[in-house]
């Protein structure tokens, strides 16, 4: 049952993406309620499948990396509908949508390993869990980031064309850009604490240095740099949208790091 | 029963006969009385604004109608001859007609495709002539119906939506820059006509504080007492810079007033806040090359032209869009209208047959005096039930053939068959019926003047 809701999902996201794609490229506002009620079913069915899968589980067992990436794949479409149904910002669904798949589809094609360490505590699961939330902070203000930098070149360059129709205000994308880290931050930080907590229990010391753990901590220190940056000396619109793309880089390092200490 | 529309407009005739034609609104009424007073002239509404003069109106005959309405413009008018203001007219009937209210009130027969104005122009002359009743059945459905279609083009294509005026072109850009421009702070930088017209669509969309500077510091107070602004003096309009959202300039200086280096200090100061900055002077007063400091915006008067042209081109694409939801709209129109045709003659066969059954079953009872109350209701049932055994094949077919390209001539022969188009006190019912309350006085008077039907007479004899 999970893996049909699973296979449904990702057929949905896929035309999903497709129609965002198109959407982005015509004038016409026709297609963005076509792809926001594919989405919607994807989201749904989604759910459905997750739920499916936390209670078949069970509850001792860590999250898988594959499972993290389904959650994370879920969450980033959460944000969307929730931005979308409070600014009708369609646009958004052109650049969230697809990140949403491709998460979805690597949650698909990574083998489903049993995580080597069987902690005792539940800490992993906190740990799992905190991470990806950060993850999708910094992952929405990533998008926000690459949005500012098109209009800004569209403004910039005078070029008025269909895409600069269709995005938003850039006080508006920064603003997203800032909640997002600013959300996504904390979030990191009891990620990375729960996670040295929970390696503490498992292998007696904090940290190993691994590139998981490497990556996650310039990952930190970065977004730290720049949240801080942003509230002192002024690093925001465009320079703050530039560091949050390179930013967002560290983070699929990190990921990258985890998927090679898993297999 | 004929729609028709005669008129001019923008792109028939020059200002100088458009001004000479218009009504003015006092006297809209008056002209819309006389208008109905003119013979065949059942309806009619009279659309006068400063791009067209047009009379919209429901005749007998068609050519007769063109005939009357040039005459009663001409009459409005004393100081233009019929010769005069023929070659400017266009004329209209049925389906073209239909299609040109609609095109005008989607605003797609305007000067500026897509502006706005036009629809309440249309909306008070329709108020107008339902105050004086010269609009009817047809009429009221027909502008009803443009209205409507007006609106669906305005929801369902973006013909409205972009700015086609320099001045408004600012503040879409500024809505790409600030999505709220509540809060916002403009520095107006010189007064030119321009210049305070987009401060004032600012002004409109939100921007609450206004910084004005002039060369001439009265100027300037004037000027920010009228937009409830404060003046700023010239000489220290720079270091005021970061604290405003929009620079608007537009001087008579023949140099740069704001270089690339004094916005890069601005945006500074501002913690890289964005700062949209237009220059609207010519020659430009601000230095082309902020163009490349971070986070500042500009854009001069050719920026905001293209932006323009590319609008208007988008408005002309959009307008292809609104003309296929017009096209459309007039087919159900005009099919509405048809069935109108159809109905009328229907109520009209009803009450000559029922006449002609009371008639005779008066006359046969007359004669029967002696008969019992329940043998007289089965003369009555029976007349009544041959009646409409004859009548029901022709009523269901001229329903069945209302839209059919043959529905006319099928209205046509049960007219004929029933001579339903001479006039007997049921016609006058069916009139009644389909005409306005305007103008009807001459066709009672033309029934009164011609000579009953033989069988019509029968009935009143007898009773």
């Not at chain 1, 904390?186 to 292998?203: C, D, E, H, K, N």
Request: neutral net charge; hydrophobic residues 45%; proline residues 3%.
């Amino acid at each position: 049952m999970a893996a049909v809701c699973f296979m449904v999902t990702m057929v949905l996201y896929f035309v999903a993406t497709v129609s965002f794609l198109a959407y982005l490229l015509r004038r016409s506002e026709a297609l963005s309620k076509v792809s926001l009620g594919i989405t919607g079913a994807g989201f749904v069915s989604h759910t459905i499948a997750l739920v499916i899968r936390m209670v078949d589980v069970s509850s001792s067992a860590p999250p898988s990396f594959s499972e993290a990436l389904s959650f994370f794949s879920w969450m980033i479409i959460l944000v969307f509908v929730v931005v979308e149904l409070r600014h009708q910002i369609h646009v958004l669904g052109s650049f969230m949508v697809p990140l949403a798949l491709v998460s979805l589809v690597s949650a698909a094609a990574l083998p489903e390993t049993v995580p080597t360490l069987q902690p005792v505590f539940k800490t992993l699961w906190f740990h799992v869990t905190l991470s990806m939330l950060g993850t999708v902070g910094f992952t929405v203000a990533f998008v926000a980031g690459v949005m500012y930098l098109i209009q800004d070149r569209l403004l910039k360059s005078k070029r008025f064309n269909v895409l600069y129709s269709k995005l938003p205000a850039l006080d508006f994308l920064d603003h997203l850009n800032q909640q997002s880290i600013v959300l996504g931050f904390p979030l990191l930080t009891l990620g990375i604490v729960t996670g040295a907590i929970s390696a503490q229990f498992a292998r007696g010391s904090y940290v190993s240095w691994n590139p998981e753990q490497t990556w996650a901590l310039v990952t930190w220190v970065f977004y730290f740099v720049v949240l801080l940056g942003r509230l002192t000396v002024g690093w925001r619109a465009k320079r703050a949208a530039y560091l949050t793309v390179i930013g967002f880089a560290c983070v699929i390092l990190t990921l990258v790091g985890v998927v090679l200490k898993e297999t | 029963m004929h729609l028709i529309v005669v008129g001019l407009s923008h792109k028939t005739a020059p200002v100088e006969i458009r001004e000479r034609l218009a009504v003015p609104e006092s006297r809209l009424g008056e002209a819309l009385t006389r208008l109905c007073s003119y013979s065949g002239v059942k309806e009619g509404i009279l659309l006068s604004t400063c791009n067209r003069v047009e009379v919209y109106s429901v005749v007998d005959d068609i050519e007769a109608g063109y005939g009357r309405i040039q005459e009663f413009l001409a009459d409005t008018h004393l100081s233009l001859s019929s010769e005069q203001l023929t070659p400017h007219l266009y004329w209209h009937t049925g389906g073209r007609a239909i299609g040109h209210l609609f095109r005008v009130a989607a605003s797609l027969d305007s000067m500026i495709i897509g502006e706005s104005q036009i629809l309440g122009q249309l909306k008070d002359a329709f108020e107008v002539a339902l105050a004086h009743k010269t609009t009817g059945v047809i009429m009221n459905k027909v502008v009803k119906k443009a209205i409507s279609v007006a609106k669906r083009v305005r929801t369902e294509t973006k013909i409205s939506e972009m700015a086609v005026s320099v001045s408004y072109a600012a503040v879409e850009l500024a809505k790409k820059i600030f999505s709220n421009l509540h809060e916002r702070t403009v520095l107006l930088v010189g007064a030119g006509e321009m210049a305070k017209l987009a401060a004032r669509h600012l002004i409109a969309h939100g921007v609450r504080h206004v910084r004005i500077t002039t060369r001439t510091p009265q100027h300037a107070v004037d000027l920010a007492a009228k937009f409830g602004g404060t003046a700023v003096p010239f000489d220290q309009f720079k270091d005021d810079m970061a604290s405003a959202d929009i620079v608007l300039v537009s001087t008579g200086a023949a140099h740069y007033l704001v270089g690339a280096e004094d916005v890069h200090r601005a945006v500074e100061e501002r913690m890289n806040r964005p700062m949209f900055l237009i220059d609207i002077s010519v020659p430009r007063n601000i230095d082309p090359a902020v163009r490349h400091v971070d986070n500042a915006f500009l854009f001069d008067i050719d920026d905001l032209k293209h932006r323009v042209e590319q609008n208007r081109a988008e408005r002309v694409q959009e307008a292809e869009k609104a003309e296929r939801m017009v096209l459309e709209e007039v087919t159900t129109m005009l099919d509405w209208m048809k069935s109108l045709e159809v109905t009328p003659t229907i109520v009209a066969l009803r009450n000559r047959v029922d006449d002609m059954k009371r008639a005779e079953v008066d006359k046969v009872l007359a004669r029967l005096p002696h008969l019992s109350h329940q043998d007289r209701e089965l003369v009555e049932g029976l007349a009544s039930s041959i009646v409409n055994k004859l009548i029901h094949r022709t009523m269901v077919t001229l329903k069945a053939e209302v839209n059919s390209s043959s529905g006319p001539a099928f209205v046509e022969a049960a007219r004929r068959f029933f001579s339903l188009d001479r006039p007997s006190p049921s016609v006058q019912q069916i009139e009644t019926y389909t005409e306005s309350s305007c103008c009807h006085g001459e066709n009672s008077a033309e029934s009164d003047a011609e000579d009953p039907a033989p069988e019509t007479s029968i009935p009143k004899q007898a009773r």
